[in-house]
């Protein structure tokens, strides 16, 4: 089993609709959870940010934790053909490493 | 500010010849690392440096080197470049603690 699973989609919404993306891990000692958005051809950036469990909101984006489920949420709401990119579920117990997904491709449709 | 900068952009390079690609960081940071992605296989961590002066194995350091040459700089070198090594390479340099890693923009290599 993989340490980080992550569906890679593809996954194709029409503009305004609530995106749902999601990623499992199996090391409880992960505490600090991180979602990343790459659009092609470009480096990831980070998109938001969460230590241990509970709710981030940004704007249209929040990011959920449950540590208890070992399950990290992205929503994005009123979905914007700008958010067509491939986003990235990232983790790390600390001082170490992060551990990707393989990520989920995302188009948003005018 | 630059955060991660990575030279160069794009190569290509024939089975058997060497190169190094290039990265520093003016965040200050400790960390470095050096990831490649592949279509599929997510990112992938090649090598990491904890601090200036130490080096580490990550998921998949066959045919690789790295230095580390000072805080800002950390250098991958492939000896012997095969097939399997085309690939997007990304550096990377995270924060202390809080993992949040800044990225730059990566090179694309493809061998011949």
């Known amino acids: 089993q993989k340490e980080v699973e992550q569906d890679p989609g593809p996954l194709s919404v029409p503009e305004g609709a609530i995106v749902s993306l999601n990623c499992t891990y199996s090391?409880?000692?992960?505490?600090?959870f991180m979602w990343y958005r790459q659009y092609s051809r470009k480096g990831p950036e980070l998109l938001m940010y969460?230590?241990?469990?509970g709710n981030k909101e940004d704007g249209r984006f929040t990011a959920q934790v449950d540590k208890s489920s070992k399950y990290i949420s992205l929503f994005i709401r009123d979905s914007q053909p700008s958010d067509s990119a491939t986003y990235l579920c990232?983790?790390?117990?600390?001082?170490?490493?992060?551990?990707f997904g393989k990520g989920t491709r995302l188009s948003v449709i005018a | 500010n630059a955060g991660v900068t990575q030279t160069p952009k794009f190569q290509v390079l024939k089975t058997g010849q060497s190169m190094t690609l290039q990265c520093a960081q003016d965040?200050?940071?400790?960390?470095m690392y050096w990831y490649r992605q592949d279509p599929g296989m997510g990112l992938r961590l090649i090598y990491y440096s904890a601090s200036e002066g130490t080096t580490d194995k990550g998921e998949v350091p066959n045919g690789y080197n790295v230095s580390r040459l000072n805080k800002r700089e950390f250098s991958l070198r492939l000896e012997s470049a095969a097939p399997s090594q085309t690939s997007v390479y990304f550096c990377?340099?995270?924060?202390?603690?809080?993992?949040?890693?800044?990225f730059g923009q990566g090179t694309r290599l493809t061998v011949v």
């Open positions: 990232a983790m790390t117990a600390g001082n170490t490493p992060l551990v």
């Open positions: 990377a340099s995270p924060e202390r603690v809080s993992g949040k890693a800044f």
């Open positions: 965040m200050n940071h400790n960390s």
């Open positions: 090391n409880s000692a992960f505490q600090y």
């Open positions: 969460t230590y241990s469990s």
